[in-house]
């Protein structure tokens, strides 16, 4: 089991450019979600998942887009990046909240918007 | 606004001795309260929990407490080991199964 994985590790935009970071589970999980990690601020949910097809908006959606075709998939996109969106980038999956389930955190990915 | 606080951004604590993390929430509708450690350059990793119906959980050398009438839960590690030197974060969700998290203590134990 690779757990919660994401692609890439490490990338560098220039303001205006477009990326897509993808986000792998292979726990089944029914719920995924998309944080950001700023010095200070703790981890702040960007938009969320619910089941395959559904997507939410969190705490801080703006400028962000996501799509979850597929059930282990979850893909965040940035359409015209923006220095203020130079963060850690982390996806997390669940279990349904029918019981008390904890989410599994996958390795980040670090951003940098010049 | 931070519905979950952390306001100890640091601790160090001797090997041996008992490392104590503090976390306060304001929203009364959280059901379910969690902790999580970081090491750099890693994702957290989930160290412990607790649902609002109980006011103590324990696992080994971690034990949460949560006072609901205070909104405040804590983190008791003992015997405090080297290698719980991490960020711990302790986070609370909502009857959407949104988490929010604090903004983390960063824990030194010295040998």
């Known amino acids: 089991n690779a757990g919660v994985t994401q692609t890439p590790k490490f990338r560098v935009l220039k303001t205006g450019q477009s990326m897509t970071l993808l986000c792998a589970q292979d726990m089944n999980h029914e719920y995924m979600y998309w944080y950001r990690q700023d010095p200070g601020m703790g981890l702040r949910l960007i938009h969320y998942?619910?089941?395959?097809?559904?997507?939410a908006k969190g705490e801080v959606p703006d400028g962000y887009n996501v799509s979850r075709l597929k059930k282990q998939n979850f893909l965040l996109g940035l359409e015209s990046a923006a220095p203020s969106q130079t963060s850690v980038y982390f996806c997390?999956?669940?279990?349904?909240?029918?019981?008390?389930?904890?989410?599994?955190f996958g390795p980040g990915t670090r951003l940098t918007v010049l | 606004d931070q519905q979950v606080k952390q306001n100890s951004p640091s601790l160090s604590v001797q090997e041996g001795r008992i490392s104590i993390l503090n976390c306060d929430y304001t929203?009364?509708?959280?059901?379910?309260f969690l902790w999580y450690k970081k090491y750099p350059a890693e994702g957290p990793t989930f160290l412990i929990s607790?649902?609002?119906?109980?006011d103590k959980n324990e696992d080994g050398r971690f034990t949460v407490f949560l006072n609901k009438s205070a909104k405040h839960l804590s983190l008791h590690i003992v015997p405090s080991q080297p290698g719980d030197s991490a960020v711990y974060f302790c986070?609370?969700?909502?009857?959407?199964?949104?988490?929010?998290f604090g903004t983390g203590t960063s824990l030194t134990v010295i040998p």
């Open positions: 986070a609370a969700r909502n009857t959407g199964n949104q988490f929010y």
């Open positions: 997390a999956s669940s279990y349904s909240p029918l019981t008390y389930n904890e989410q599994f």
């Open positions: 607790i649902s609002s119906i109980k």
């Open positions: 929203n009364s509708m959280f059901d379910y």
């Open positions: 998942s619910v089941g395959e097809g559904t997507t």
